[in-house]
């Protein structure tokens, strides 16, 4: 089945800096990939998702990529503010239902 | 709109027990999703309705893990005979169908088995 990991699992950048979350995933017919925001102790909330047959989509500050040969895909977060500080999921899916998630990445943003 | 809601928000079992956890989704959507979310993790996906109708349960992990959605709308997770290794955060999320559309999640049950 489908595996899905993540790096880094803790990130820490400076206030203004740019954030930069990766994953891999094994199986190469999935084809849809969300991105989550977790808060501590809140629900994840969607920030931005990607299919597979568009390369890159950006929202204001952030952004995904997706690279099909490599299976793998990126999230791109550029003059992070404090409130970006949570817990960052990937995730993929090939059936449009089952989410396969990442372990998340810990993000702090340094003032 | 209201969102997706959960109740309770906080239960604790003693070991052997049994639990129910509810699940209202967000009116007029057809897919509903339970995860198991433990400390540190991302959620683990167990089982998908698509209406009244199971879709999909391969992610329960064993047969004292149970779920209904009798009328397509609210659902419940039944656990029997509960154990310590059940404590997790039960989170449900709705979409309008499939098709990779946003799933809304609500806020989680936390389920604590003692």
């Known amino acids: 089945g489908e595996n899905v990991e993540q790096h880094p699992s803790t990130l820490s950048v400076q206030e203004g800096d740019s954030a930069v979350i990766k994953c891999t995933y094994s199986d190469s017919a999935s084809n849809y990939f969300p991105w989550y925001k977790q808060e501590l102790g809140k629900r994840p909330q969607l920030i931005i998702d990607?299919?597979?047959n568009v390369g890159e989509k950006k929202d204001q500050r952030i952004a995904v990529t997706l690279n099909k040969t490599a299976k793998h895909f990126s999230l791109h977060i550029t003059e992070t503010q404090p409130e970006d500080s949570a817990v960052y999921f990937c995730?993929?899916?090939?059936?449009?239902?089952?989410?396969?998630w990442g372990a998340g990445t810990k993000l702090i943003i340094k003032p | 709109g209201a969102g997706v809601s959960q109740t309770p928000s906080n239960k604790v079992t003693e070991k052997g027990k049994y639990v129910e956890l509810r699940c209202d989704p967000i009116?007029?959507?057809?897919?509903l999703y339970w995860y198991r979310q433990s400390l540190g993790q991302g959620p683990e996906f167990l089982i998908y309705f698509q209406g009244t109708g199971a879709a999909d349960d391969s992610g329960l992990p064993n047969d004292r893990f149970f779920a209904v959605r009798p009328e397509g709308s609210v659902s419940t997770l039944k656990i029997q005979r509960t154990e310590r290794g059940d404590s997790a955060v039960y989170l449900c999320?709705?979409?309008?169908?499939?098709?990779?559309?946003?799933?809304?999640f609500g806020p989680g049950t936390r389920l604590t088995v003692t």
């Open positions: 995730a993929a899916s090939k059936s449009n239902y089952q989410l396969i």
């Open positions: 999320a709705s979409s309008s169908g499939t098709g990779g559309n946003e799933q809304y």
């Open positions: 009116s007029g959507h057809t897919a």
């Open positions: 990607i299919r597979s």
